[in-house]
């Protein structure tokens, strides 16, 4: 299957560059994110998450950062690999207590070149 | 592999037709949602079902209707299909409900359906 959203914002990077992926997110109420990894003709597949009493949070190669003043969240990925090639988008949580109602951003291409 | 399992990967039919989306949840999710992924909307939250009883709507038309049943799978049913249903349609589940960094959602790899 292709890949959805041709006309996604693109970033690229080289091989062995540390990527910085930004989203704005939309509800100040939202209270968890998660970073998602889209390969072409697969499904989102999780990458990390974060929850709205913490800043930061790392895990392999990967950090997110939170900053709710403006509410902006950003994905490191340290040492970018070939295989990090996809689209990686954003989500937040919105919705009433008990629901759990993702809504993702439009996502950004990473592109890695050798 | 994320565990969720969505059948038929890919499926054409004609305008005004039905079809049936299937998907069968990670082992001991409770909670299943469906999104909608088109190339000029990209993912939308359609809806959500956690142990049988729907629990959030979204962005979902009323020729759509899904439903989770006592096995803990879960259909969408797309009906009267328009050229503009062309999607991806992806299953996820979760092992509950609520937001909770440990209620991690995992999505299947999707449904392609293409309306002609």
């Known amino acids: 299957g292709e890949s959805v959203g041709l006309h996604l914002p693109t970033l690229s990077v080289q091989e062995g560059d540390n990527s910085i992926i930004n989203c704005a997110y939309s509800?100040?109420?939202?209270?968890?994110f998660i970073w998602y990894k889209q390969e072409s003709g697969k499904g989102p597949q999780f990458i990390i998450d974060i929850r709205s009493n913490m800043d930061k949070r790392q895990g392999q190669r990967v950090t997110v950062l939170l900053n709710k003043t403006v509410k902006h969240l950003s994905l490191q990925i340290a040492a970018t690999q070939p295989g990090d090639s996809a689209v990686y988008f954003c989500?937040?949580?919105?919705?009433?207590?008990?629901?759990?109602?993702?809504?993702f951003g439009a996502g950004t291409r990473l592109a890695v070149h050798p | 592999d994320s565990g969720v399992t969505q059948t038929p990967k890919h499926l054409i039919t004609a305008t005004g037709q039905r079809v049936t989306l299937r998907c069968s949840p990670r082992?001991?999710?409770?909670?299943v949602y469906w999104y909608q992924q088109s190339l000029d909307q990209g993912l939308q939250f359609l809806i959500q079902?956690?142990?049988?009883?729907?629990?959030a709507k979204g962005n979902i038309l009323e020729r759509f209707s899904a439903q989770q049943f006592p096995d803990l799978h879960s259909e969408l049913n797309l009906s009267s299909l328009e050229l503009g249903d062309s999607a991806l349609y992806f299953c996820?589940?979760?092992?509950?409900?609520?937001?909770?960094?440990?209620?991690?959602?995992?999505f299947g790899e999707g449904s392609w359906l293409t309306v002609v």
């Open positions: 996820a589940s979760s092992p509950r409900t609520g937001p909770d960094s440990g209620n991690t959602i995992y």
């Open positions: 509800n100040s109420a939202s209270d968890y």
């Open positions: 989500a937040e949580n919105s919705g009433f207590s008990g629901y759990n109602k993702l809504i």
């Open positions: 082992s001991g999710d409770l909670s």
């Open positions: 079902y956690y142990n049988g009883e729907e629990r």
